[in-house]
């Protein structure tokens, strides 16, 4: 594919975004979303989730979810945030949404105190990291120099949580989930389609929902980063928010750098971020010389 078609392609699918993200309290269809870029229903699906990870559906929820965390966030009953997202129901949002936050709506305005978080390690190319759950998603993915930094990283952020290792008979999905970022970081795999459980303050929240849409290979500046979600002015925080990330590589807050192209910040080490840029790198340029 050419350069040319590949900037063409990445503009349709920015407006589709930028089309879900204003309408995630509607009904959206395949159809509806291609006949806006003049594609058919398949081959958005397929493009939208080779860019992604993710299908417009999958979207679309994580967009819904974001609005609901915040409405939740912002004191709103359980009720009104539910139907101010566009749930439509409440039984909908008990199991749609309490699978992507990994807890009850309740829980989650009481800081999750109670919650039980699983955690295992490996050893990648990366060095040692880290990665964390509830029992419906990954709320933690850290790299450290031992296992014991990383313990004491997970309880500084979830200090009210049950912290219990992992053991594969009790937890198959982290051990499984652990395994594929691994083979990700260390093999060059494709991305893994990860259930995230995102905890933050709602720009935090609007900062990491937009870092999930930069395709694999891509890098923008802090201020694009601002000016994408409509906040100009505050490139600054949104650094901050970046490197609040507590899921690294699967939020891909390592794809933003400096306005001169430096590189910036990276709370595991500009070493581990460089890694990381020059591994996408290789493999669009692979791809796209296919």
Not at 142 to 159: I, N, R, Y
Request: charged share 20%; net charge positive.
């Amino acid at each position: 594919m050419t350069t040319s078609s590949n900037k063409e392609r990445s503009r349709l699918l920015v407006e589709v975004v930028r089309y879900i993200e204003s309408h995630a309290d509607e009904p959206l269809t395949l159809s509806l979303l291609g006949n806006m870029v003049k594609l058919s229903p398949s081959r958005l699906q397929r493009i939208f989730k080779a860019e992604f990870g993710l299908s417009p559906k999958a979207y679309q929820d994580a967009v819904r979810l974001r609005h609901f965390k915040q409405s939740l966030k912002k004191g709103d009953s359980v009720t009104e945030a539910i139907f101010s997202a566009g749930y439509g129901s409440v039984s909908r949002v008990y199991g749609e949404t309490t699978r992507n936050i990994g807890m009850t709506p309740k829980s989650y305005r009481s800081g999750g105190a109670g919650e039980v978080i699983n955690y295992a390690c490996k050893n990648t190319s990366l060095g040692l990291m880290a990665m964390a759950a509830t029992s419906k998603g990954v709320c933690f993915v850290q790299f450290g120099e031992d296992e014991e930094s990383l313990l004491m990283a997970l309880k500084d952020e979830f200090p009210k949580a049950e912290l219990l290792p992992s053991p594969a008979q009790s937890s198959v999905d982290l051990n499984n989930w652990i395994d594929a970022l691994n083979q990700h970081i260390s093999q060059g795999a494709a991305r893994p389609d990860i259930p995230l459980d995102i905890r933050g303050t709602a720009f935090q929240m609007q900062v990491w929902q937009f870092l999930l849409s930069i395709p694999e290979g891509t890098v923008i500046s802090y201020s694009q980063l601002a000016e994408q979600i409509g906040r100009p002015k505050a490139f600054r925080a949104a650094a901050s928010a970046c490197g609040a990330n507590r899921i690294g590589v699967l939020i891909p807050c390592h794809r933003v750098l400096r306005g001169d192209g430096s590189l910036g910040g990276y709370r595991w080490g500009l070493e581990r971020k460089q890694a990381l840029l020059d591994a996408e790198k290789s493999k669009r340029l692979n791809i796209t010389s296919l």
